[in-house]
């Protein structure tokens, strides 16, 4: 039981300590770094990014 009881309280604390980092990143900034950046792109083409044409039939059903 006590081998439990300390299993249980080591996974506790590792994942307050996940927790804590998760909080620790500033999200509203990266945020506005997305929209400025959003901002400068004109016409996406995500098709155009994939190796083979495979891929694009893949993903783009026709």
Do not use: C, G, N
């Given at each position: ?22 909080l ?8 506005e770094?997305?929209t ?27």
């Open positions: 039981m006590k081998f439990l009881a300390m299993l249980a309280a080591s996974f506790s604390m590792l994942y307050l300590v996940l927790v804590a980092h998760a620790s990143f500033p999200t509203q900034k990266k945020a770094e997305i400025a950046l959003s901002l400068h792109v004109k016409d996406a083409k995500p098709s155009l990014s994939f190796p083979t044409p495979a891929y694009q039939r893949f993903v783009y059903a026709q």
